[in-house]
């Protein structure tokens, strides 16, 4: 198995700081944790990107709106994630889900295997 990181990757804790931030956000249920984490996996095994310090914020952020839109029953819209990396409007956030779903080739199904 390929490794995920590139090597430039910040410092473990800038990661699990960013993943807390992000995925354990208490507004979100447990549930999208693990399936925004098989997200980003699914999107790292289609693509020929690994995890690195210019990368890994937006690709853990848009596996979890494409998470958070899966599982919840109430409508999600990409303006509620705002503000959750610095600098990055809706125009960003929507050229980001955009971007990752074409890498999924729009298949965001999750089995157990996944």
Do not use: H
Not at 54 to 63: C, H, Q
């Amino acid at each position: 198995e390929r490794s995920r990181f590139d090597g430039s990757c910040d410092s473990m804790y800038s990661v699990f700081e960013t993943v807390a931030s992000i995925l354990l956000d208490d507004t979100l249920p447990p549930q999208v944790t693990v399936i925004a984490a098989a997200f980003v996996e699914k999107f790292l095994d289609r693509s020929e990107l690994k995890l690195s310090t210019s990368n890994y914020r937006k690709i853990l952020l848009a596996s979890t709106m494409l998470a958070t839109k899966n599982w919840e029953d109430n409508a999600v819209w990409n303006v509620d994630f705002v503000g959750m990396i610095p600098g990055l409007g809706i125009k960003d956030l929507n050229e980001m889900e955009k971007k990752f779903l074409k890498t999924l080739d729009y298949d965001t199904t999750i089995n157990s295997v996944e």
